[in-house]
T-cell receptor
Framework: AQRVTQPEKLLSVFKGAPVELKCNYS??????LFWYVQYSRQRLQLLLR??SRESIKGFTADLNKGETSFHLKKPFAQEEDSAMYYC???????????FGEGTQLTVNP | GAVVSQHPSRVICKSGTSVKIECRSL??????MFWYRQFPKQSLMLMAT?????????EQGVEKDKFLINHASLTLSTLTVTSAHPEDSSFYIC????????????FGPGTRLTVL
């Protein structure tokens, strides 16, 4: 079965601390993987995608096919990073996205 | 970047009435649009995939006669909640593909439906 798991529904850290949002997936084939973010009162937006191997707003995510994980990391969290984060796999380009339960990140001052 | 709009942003209606929600891609052509439903403090649940000029594909458990989807042009898809009831109250979000990088979907701001 196709499944994505974000084990932490809530994650709270202090400003300047490292943060890691975990994501594990169970998917046939080689899915594309994304992280989407939803800031308070704003629409969902793409944060980063695994094929780009980019760093956005200080966040990175490495795809580990052996562990089927795509954890999101940032070495120094900022208050403006507080948001809901979704790990999202997709089988092929243009196909449906499968949203995980999401992790609500709170960065305290 | 590509922009997706939804109208209305908020609607309150009486039980038994029908409500239409529009999703528009403002500066790109969207061959595929997706409709999601989000309950408070929960994740997005895909309701249906809408392809321009063809019938929508509904997810299991979603009543197609209850949630009518029309995708008549490359920039507009509509979701009509027919004979709405209080349990249909939710946040409805659309997304559209085709306007950005090869794999990107762009999300609308959502529509808050409250059925009294």
């Amino acid at each position: 079965a196709q499944r994505v798991t974000q084990p932490e529904k809530l994650l709270s850290v202090f400003k300047g601390a490292p943060v890691e949002l975990k994501c594990n997936y169970s998917y046939s084939g080689s899915p594309e993987l994304f992280w989407y973010v939803q800031y308070s009162r704003q629409r969902l937006q793409l944060l980063l995608r695994h094929i780009s191997r980019e760093s956005i707003k200080g966040f990175t995510a490495d795809l580990n096919k052996g562990e089927t994980s795509f954890h999101l990391k940032k070495p120094f969290a900022q208050e403006e990073d507080s948001a809901m984060y979704y790990c999202v796999p997709r089988r092929t380009s243009g196909s449906r996205l499968t949203f995980g339960e999401g992790t609500q990140l709170t960065v305290n001052p | 970047g590509a922009v997706v709009s939804q109208h209305p942003s908020r609607v309150i209606c009486k039980s038994g009435t029908s409500v239409k929600i529009e999703c528009r891609s403002l500066d790109f052509q969207a061959t595929t649009m997706f409709w999601y439903r989000q309950f408070p403090k929960q994740s997005l649940m895909l309701m249906a995939t809408s392809n321009e000029g063809s019938k929508a594909t509904y997810e299991q458990g979603v009543e197609k006669d209850k949630f009518l989807i029309n995708h008549a042009s490359l920039t507009l898809s509509t979701l009509t909640v027919t004979s709405a009831h209080p349990e249909d109250s939710s946040f409805y979000i659309c997304s559209a593909g085709g306007g950005g990088g090869p794999n990107e979907q762009f999300f609308g701001p959502g529509t808050r439906l409250t059925v009294l």
